[in-house]
Each structure stands twice: as C-alpha cells, then as structure tokens.
Nanobody
C-alpha cells in the first residue's frame, strides 16, 4: 500500500487559515484520486474535499467557498487550503487515495484504499 503522510495541522483562531499537505511515498497520485476526510467525536468521519486523477475537485458543502484542494504532481503532494476556519472544522484530518475514482465517488470513504496517520486541526478562541 501507499504510504501517506499529512502535515500542516495545528491550532488556529476562528477566521484563520491553515494549509494541509499530503505526501505520498511513491509516484502513485498520478493514477489516483486523493481525498481529505476529518474525524471528530461529535460528527464522526466527514468528507471534506477530493480531487480526481483528472484534476477535478469535489468540495463538501460545508467547505465550499472556504477550502480548496490542489495537487503538485512534481512533488507528489496534495494540498488542502483552509480559510475562514470555524470551530466546526476542528478534528483530525486524514488524506487517502481513491484508485481511479470518478468525481462523484470522491466523497465515499469505501472507495479509498490507503490512508495517512492524520493531522490534528483545532480551531478555538
């Protein structure tokens, strides 16, 4: 399986920004979609954003207008830029690979085959 590593989490005040990174251990992103999910005690696991192998992004309604997902193929890295964060965005953020996922499959965790260890995001005043 692919080894994924997330980074960029931390504490931020409401209204602040963070950029998360997801790096793969090998050149696997080119044939896969990549998605971000978050896990919290209150809400369980939620889809946040995903990008398929063609570069089309799928953003959860709660994140639209605030979050963007992008990929740097040369660095084998996918980024999640999060702006105007609020307390509901707190949680552990995981990235995963979604083999040959079409755009509409990105929000469904059952299509993912590899996951990172997660990075904690805490939004509070």
């Amino acid at each position: 399986q692919v080894q994924l590593e997330e980074s960029g989490g931390g504490w931020v005040q409401p209204g602040g920004s963070l950029r998360l990174s997801c790096v793969a251990s090998e050149r696997t992103f080119s044939g896969n979609g990549v998605g971000w999910f978050r896990q919290s005690p209150a809400k369980g696991r939620e889809f946040v954003a995903g990008i398929n192998q063609s570069g089309s992004s799928n953003i959860a309604n709660a994140a639209k207008g605030r979050f963007t997902i992008s990929r740097d193929r040369a660095k084998n890295t996918v980024y999640l830029q999060m702006n105007n964060l609020n307390e509901d965005d707190s949680g552990v953020y995981y990235c995963g690979t979604c083999p040959r996922c079409i755009w509409s499959s990105l929000p469904q965790a059952r299509h993912y085959d590899s996951w990172g260890q997660g990075t904690q995001v805490t939004v509070s005043s």
